[in-house]
């Protein structure tokens, strides 16, 4: 195999990159890894491109992967896209790696793209670990804050020292405030409102935001308090209330893809107000609120899902929605949906309107991948990895 070209190599590993659950295939890439030579280095590439589950037991091996020697280590290190790893504590129970190995293995990453942490049994960073985190994040574009505690202020540390951020995923919920530190105390619920307005803001210019579950709305408008201007998606798994709509009502206008958990009349509230909307996502059929009365006519690309756990036997509400939009171009549905009998009916209706129909087996829980996107769907594939730098 040895006289296969490296480039060839590397298309051939790339399409067997992910495995159907949209996770690295490693068992394909340390095979490849052993063939010969030719074989080892874009396979060696790919392998370390996405560091997933660093903790304890595994930091020793990864961290002397990288540290071994400015020859061989040091390119694998550059290599390393996305990273994702546990401080503290693991969420299985076991333990995570200290501050100070972080701050070492983002040192010997010189070139990370994205980091999924997880913070556990640890409340805050102290100042010396801040201080070299400043210094060794200044190329991450990309945070999902995937644990931590919901009084720990580790959000507010963190987008604070990487204000380079653009796509954040938040998938906990967040009680802490922002302003709590030794020079600004704690403001209370009943503190003058004059007050709350003088507190900055997040300096962070988000393109994407990502949430599990809303935080207070204290800390919704500071996380998007220089984003005016920069946030085009949207993705919300949990339901948006009064207040919260009130908050994103300054940025609805603008989006260009809005992402739903679930759709009721609070959402289709929040989607009416998005009248540049270029794509849609929703994660059920939505067959007790329709769809119809409320999308805008820009929409370009609707995504829906049809998961066991809220499986409905009908795509009518889907049918509808492809008469009513007159610039769909793509259409995404799962395996789910293209089982139905009223599906040769939404492919005839897709077929007769000029529409594409994706059947994706992407898990709906599966994020995409953090990267600007010229025309949606942009999807979870190797063909983002140019993007991320």
């Not at 210094?135 to 020292?161: H, M, N, R, T, Y």
């Not at 939404?346 to 077929?351: D, N, V, Y």
Request: aromatic content about 8%.
């Amino acid at each position: 195999m040895s006289f296969v070209p490296p480039e060839l190599v590397l298309c051939i590993l790339e399409h067997g990159y992910y495995t159907s659950l949209h996770t690295p295939n490693y068992t394909l890439l340390k095979a490849a890894a052993l063939v010969c030579k030719t074989w080892s280095g874009p396979a060696q590439t790919l392998l370390f491109r996405y560091a997933t589950k660093i903790a304890q037991h595994n930091i020793p091996i990864f961290r002397a992967a990288l540290l071994s020697s400015a020859g061989r280590g040091k390119p694998l290190g550059e290599c390393t896209r996305i990273l994702e790893i546990s401080i503290g504590g693991t969420s299985n129970g076991g333990l995570g790696c200290s501050p100070d190995d972080f701050v070492i293995l983002l040192q010997a990453c010189p070139q990370l793209y994205e980091l999924a942490l997880s913070v556990i049994g640890v409340h805050e960073f102290e100042e010396d670990i801040l201080k070299k985190l400043r210094e060794v994040g200044k190329k991450l574009k990309a945070l999902a804050l995937v644990q931590c505690g919901l009084q720990s202020p580790i959000l507010f540390q963190l987008l604070k020292i990487w204000n380079n951020v653009q796509f954040l995923k938040i998938e906990r919920e967040i009680a802490a405030w922002p302003w709590r530190t030794a020079a600004t105390p704690v403001l209370w619920r009943n503190a003058d409102t004059e007050e709350l307005i003088q507190r900055p803001g997040a300096e962070v210019r988000l393109y994407e935001l990502a949430l599990a579950r809303f935080p207070t709305s204290d800390v919704l408008s500071w996380l998007l308090d220089s984003s005016a201007d920069s946030l085009r998606i949207l993705e919300l798994r949990d339901t948006p209330g009064l207040v919260h709509r009130s908050i994103l009502s300054l940025h609805a206008p603008r989006l260009r893809s809005l992402r739903l958990a679930h759709y009721n009349n609070y959402s289709a509230a929040l989607l009416r107000m998005c009248t540049a909307l270029e794509e849609l996502m929703i994660y059920h059929v939505p067959t007790h609120f329709p769809l119809v009365p409320d999308l805008p006519p820009t929409i370009e690309h609707l995504s829906f899902r049809n998961p066991n756990h809220t499986y409905r036997n009908t795509l009518q509400p889907i049918i509808d929605a492809v008469d009513a939009l007159p610039n769909l171009k793509v259409l995404t549905c799962d395996k789910n949906a293209k089982q139905l009998g009223d599906y040769e009916i939404l492919k005839a209706k897709c077929r007769i309107k000029g529409t594409d129909i994706i059947v994706s087996n992407i898990p709906y829980w599966v994020y995409e991948d953090p990267v600007k996107v010229h025309r949606f769907p942009r999807t979870h594939s190797v063909s983002n990895f140019d993007a991320m730098f």
